[in-house]
């Protein structure tokens, strides 16, 4: 099996294509090092062309470390409890999957006490209007964020710690309108909130990105909630810079894999809806603690 590995375009130069590989027979360690090296360096690769079944999903995906259950169990999919579905798909008069999955920057599960090393989203349904796919990723390099921040800034910001919490976003997107399930005392239980800190180090590259997301992060410890709101709007607005972001136009067989320690995300939701259907499988790896 020869890959291809080509930089992807755009301002925010980060990220890769990886054309030439059938993860569907699995992955020789030649070729899982390979794409796993060009994690590394891109933080965000996509395989092409993919045609997996959820046991082949899963089984590559534990190459990369031991999958995490989610919290919000009900959208995982029959029988794979490491597959979380995202999808605006109605059957039976209940949602398959979220349809919105996370409008607001995030890094997946930084609300755990070992966040995700990195996820690995597999589209098998895109939404296809007038030509156009629809239901795009926004993509932020945090390390070069974190890089390009004010010195003054940066000195504030370092040694910083912030709370991340699961359930305050989760239902500010209820009172919001989004179609969720109430989370139970149980799914609340799973994801008591964590402090972690504002920078944080990538543990294999040893590069230092914005760790503070949009989505999940209440405050800053150890501030007023005044400078607690400021350095967090200002580090937002850095995040989600065109200087630092990469859009992801998807394509059905794509096999996105990102790095959730140097990498935020969000999803572009709003320029679809059924009966143009969106399906889509993640499988989230878990991390190491934060440093």
Same mark, same amino acid.
């Given at each position: 099996?020869?890959?291809?590995?080509?930089?992807?375009?755009?301002?925010?130069?980060?990220?890769?294509?990886?054309?030439?590989?059938?993860?569907?027979?699995?992955?020789?360690?030649?070729?899982?090092?390979?794409?796993?090296?060009?994690?590394?360096?891109?933080?965000?690769?996509?395989?092409?062309?993919?045609?997996?079944?959820?046991?082949?999903?899963?089984?590559?995906?534990?190459?990369?470390?031991?999958?995490?259950?989610?919290?919000?169990?009900?959208?995982?999919?029959?029988?794979?409890?490491?597959?979380?579905?995202?999808?605006?798909?109605?059957?039976?008069?209940?949602?398959?999957?979220?349809?919105?999955?996370?409008?607001?920057?995030?890094? %997946?599960?930084? *609300? +755990?006490?070992?966040?995700?090393?990195?996820? /690995? $989203?597999?589209?098998?349904? #895109?939404?296809?209007?007038?030509?156009?796919?629809?239901?795009?990723?926004?993509?932020?390099?945090?390390?070069?964020?974190?890089?390009?921040?004010?010195?003054?800034?940066?000195?504030?910001?370092?040694?910083?710690?912030?709370?991340?919490?699961?359930?305050?976003?989760?239902?500010?997107?209820?009172?919001?309108?989004?179609?969720?399930?109430?989370l139970t005392e149980e799914q609340k239980a799973k994801a008591p909130d964590?402090?972690?800190?504002?920078?944080?180090?990538?543990?294999?590259?040893?590069?230092?990105?914005?760790?503070?997301?949009?989505?999940?992060?209440?405050?800053?410890?150890?501030?007023?909630?005044?400078?607690?709101?400021?350095?967090?709007?200002?580090?937002?607005?850095?995040?989600?810079?065109? %200087?630092?972001? *990469? +859009?992801?136009?998807?394509?059905?067989?794509? /096999? $996105?894999?990102?790095?959730? #320690?140097?990498?935020?995300?969000?999803?572009i939701s709003k320029d679809y809806a059924l009966p143009h259907r969106r399906?889509?499988?993640?499988?989230?790896?878990?991390?190491?603690?934060?440093?």
């Amino acid at each position: 099996m020869t890959l291809t590995i080509k930089p992807l375009s755009g301002k925010a130069r980060f990220g890769a294509e990886i054309i030439g590989a059938d993860l569907s027979h699995g992955a020789s360690d030649a070729v899982y090092g390979e794409i796993e090296d060009a994690l590394h360096e891109h933080l965000l690769v996509v395989v092409r062309e993919q045609n997996l079944t959820a046991d082949q999903h899963v089984q590559f995906s534990r190459r990369f470390g031991v999958l995490a259950d989610h919290v919000l169990s009900p959208y995982a999919l029959p029988g794979h409890p490491e597959i979380y579905v995202v999808s605006n798909i109605v059957e039976n008069g209940k949602p398959i999957g979220v349809a919105d999955a996370g409008p607001k920057w995030h890094s %997946d599960f930084c *609300y +755990r006490a070992r966040p995700s090393r990195c996820s /690995l $989203l597999y589209a098998l349904e #895109v939404p296809v209007i007038d030509g156009v796919p629809r239901g795009d990723t926004l993509f932020s390099n945090t390390n070069a964020a974190y890089e390009a921040l004010p010195q003054a800034l940066r000195k504030r910001v370092d040694g910083l710690h912030a709370v991340f919490s699961l359930t305050q976003s989760y239902e500010q997107r209820i009172q919001n309108g989004a179609n969720l399930l109430p989370l139970t005392e149980e799914q609340k239980a799973k994801a008591p909130d964590v402090e972690h800190p504002v920078i944080r180090t990538n543990p294999y590259t040893g590069r230092r990105g914005i760790f503070a997301c949009e989505l999940n992060t209440k405050n800053i410890v150890d501030v007023s909630a005044t400078e607690s709101r400021a350095l967090l709007d200002e580090l937002y607005a850095q995040i989600a810079s065109p %200087d630092y972001t *990469y +859009r992801h136009q998807w394509r059905a067989g794509d /096999l $996105l894999i990102w790095d959730n #320690v140097s990498t935020q995300h969000r999803a572009i939701s709003k320029d679809y809806a059924l009966p143009h259907r969106r399906r889509m499988h993640r499988t989230t790896v878990r991390g190491h603690a934060v440093f």
